[in-house]
């Protein structure tokens, strides 16, 4: 079995033949990185939760795929200018994602946070399971390429789901997998259309990855064959 503790990047290890751990200590102020591509209303509730003191951490570098949208703004009212890194920059993926590695690094970030960021990049081996991102849904439904935005709330209607909800993940080289943190479910309601359930997703947003920031945060994490559990949990 291989169990993983997780938290800061501040890493010592011990191993042995059946298990590896990686432990790593308590961080009282999160370094975050933010990663988007529209918007930037989670980076924005994120800030929101620094601010009244629900999230010990600050925002120490933002990066955007794309120049024209309003999490740009957002991230300037916040104080901070945003990196941009367009995919189109770059002649392929390795090297897209290498400048966004080496963003992240310049600003000593412990966590990474996708926050509506819709751009596949390899994510290294020293930000594994150090990248967290979420969905408007409950994965392992409705996820995959192709599935954000209204996308997935017109499939969820379509499909006649009586809920729906939100997952935070791990984010590893695919689409929409790696180990689920924190999900939070709310009802589909007659007459819902895409904008009315999303506006009730988003309202599960924005407890759900603050949530999952405090358990990083307060090192209660641990990955075990390729699922998160969480320390102090009731069974």
Known sequence: MTDILLSSGR?????????????????DNLRLGILLSGGGRTMVNIAEC???GEIEANIAVVISSRGAVAGVKRAQNLGIEPHI???????????FSARI????????????LQCGWLCLWRIPPRYENR????HPALLPSFGGKGMWGHHIHE????RGCKISGCTVHFANNEYDAGPIIVQRCCAVQEGDDADTLAARVFEQECLAYPQAIR???????????GCAHILGDSP
């Open 155 to 158: 499939a969820v209607l379509k």
């Open 101 to 112: 590695g080496d963003l992240l690094d310049q600003a000593e970030a412990d966590l990474v």
């Open 85 to 95: 890194v367009r995919t189109k920059d770059y002649p392929d993926v390795e090297t």
């Open 11 to 27: 890493i010592s290890k011990s191993w042995n033949i059946s298990t590896v751990i990686i432990m790593m200590k308590k961080v």
């Open 215 to 225: 358990l990083y945060a307060q090192n209660r994490l641990r990955i075990r064959n």
């Open 50 to 52: 620094i601010e009244r």
């Open 131 to 134: 990248v967290m991102n979420i």
